[in-house]
């Protein structure tokens, strides 16, 4: 499975971003996908998570109510979009598979097996 994660860029706050994250070489419409996030000197962070069908959906706490994760299936393309934006949100944003049961809970990056590379969001002050 490959995973290209795009729409990254500068904006300021309270600003709008829509990320994607295409998919390629497995069955991307069997898989739960998630957004991490990596901002510098930091751990890695769940962002949102969605499953296979697109019926349930998770969030960080802080991003509720201002992110939202969909998914194409048809297109084989996940999304994240950002609204309201803030500095703290600032961070290379990874999509994920996750291509089979886990112990791990939807929001555990050790539940992921395939990784795209990170997009970077930059929200000025």
């Known amino acids: 499975v490959q995973l290209q994660a795009s729409g990254g860029g500068l904006v300021q706050t309270g600003g709008t971003l829509r990320l994607s994250c295409a998919a390629s070489g497995g069955t991307f419409g069997a898989y739960t996908m998630a957004w991490f996030r990596q901002a510098p000197g930091k751990e890695r962070e769940f962002v949102a998570a969605i499953t296979s069908s697109g019926g349930t959906t998770n969030y960080k706490d802080s991003v509720k109510g201002r992110f939202t994760i969909s998914r194409d299936n048809a297109k084989n393309t996940l999304y994240l979009e950002m609204s309201s934006l803030k500095p703290e949100d600032t961070a290379a944003y990874s999509c994920?598979?996750?291509?089979?049961?886990?112990?791990?809970?939807?929001?555990?990056?050790?539940?992921?097996?395939?990784w795209g590379q990170g997009t970077l969001v930059t929200v000025s002050a």
């Open positions: 994920a598979a996750r291509t089979y049961a886990t112990l791990w809970s939807r929001s555990d990056a050790r539940s992921y097996a395939f």
